[in-house]
């Protein structure tokens, strides 16, 4: 792991890991959290390697050095991706068993598993307030949980597709309108969820590159646990499998990256469904 100055694309510090690092994520500021005491904290996933088994990792940077705060090495696979959850208090890592599991982020205890998937968790992605989160996986399905503070976590909304799914993004949504009334839910896109058959299986399939596009998603409009109502997919899609996916922070515009070697920029369109490349 390397930490770099951005602005000037100079090496601070380097850790070595004892095996491949999957995912790394700074805690950065959360709702409630002064950014200073936190931001130069980071969290990482790395698979097993020899005698070393897989684990997630805790770290400081102080400006000069990396320090390892704690380690929790008894997972049940190598976690496919690691995230800062609530108030940063909890790390939340995904699962091939299907599971998202929480854990203490001050002593690596385990808090909570949450099954989402009856295949591997291939990506997850929280909101603002990190109350709710979205899951994807190789069953081709995508999810939205309430994970909200106090309450019996569930899920709220749900989507099968066509196609494995590699990753996905939530827009900007509140708890509050993703669990209230109806006529509150917002009626943009604020899933979205990506993927694609290997190129492989591509070929040998004869499927379209339409397996490369983006999916977009508004939140249903029957009683929950409701369905995510499918909006159409990006007009452009990639070239090969899906991997990445980000959200304009105020919900205008969608990124997407893939193994083509692209980043597809797509604006939404306030009188248009689909966003316009």
């Known amino acids: 792991v390397i930490v770099w100055e951005a602005r000037t694309s100079r090496e601070l510090a380097r850790v070595e890991l004892p095996g491949v690092v999957r995912c790394v994520e700074w805690a950065g500021a959360a709702p409630g959290v002064n950014a200073s005491d936190v931001s130069e904290r980071f969290v990482t996933c790395h698979n097993r390697f020899g005698a070393h088994p897989p684990a997630l990792s805790v770290w400081r940077f102080d400006g000069k050095a990396i320090q390892e705060l704690i380690v929790i090495p008894k997972l049940p696979s190598a976690a496919n991706q690691v995230r800062w959850g609530r108030a940063n208090y909890f790390i939340a890592s995904a699962h091939d068993s299907g599971e998202l599991i929480f854990w203490r982020a001050d002593t690596g205890a385990e808090v909570k598993r949450l099954k989402a998937h009856d295949a591997g968790i291939s990506k997850f992605d929280f909101n603002d307030d990190r109350e709710l989160v979205a899951t994807v ?93 499918a909006d159409g997919v990006t007009n452009k899609g990639h070239f090969g499998p899906v991997h990445t996916l980000a959200f304009a922070g105020n919900g205008t515009a969608m990124a997407s990256g893939s193994e083509d070697g692209f980043v597809r920029v797509h604006i939404f369109e306030k009188e248009v469904a689909e966003p316009k490349a």
Request: aromatic share 6%; net charge positive; proline share 4%.
């Open 137 to 229: 996986s190789h069953d081709m399905s995508v999810c939205v949980w309430d994970i909200g503070k106090g309450v019996e976590w569930k899920l709220l909304y749900k989507a099968q597709t066509d196609r494995p799914l590699n990753a996905v993004a939530l827009g900007p949504l509140s708890r509050f309108a993703a669990v209230g009334a109806i006529d509150d839910r917002p009626k943009e896109v604020r899933v979205i969820a990506a993927g694609g058959q290997d190129v492989r299986d591509v070929a040998r399939s004869s499927s379209a590159t339409e397996q490369f596009g983006t999916l977009l998603f508004r939140l249903g409009t029957e009683k929950l646990p409701g369905q995510l109502k």
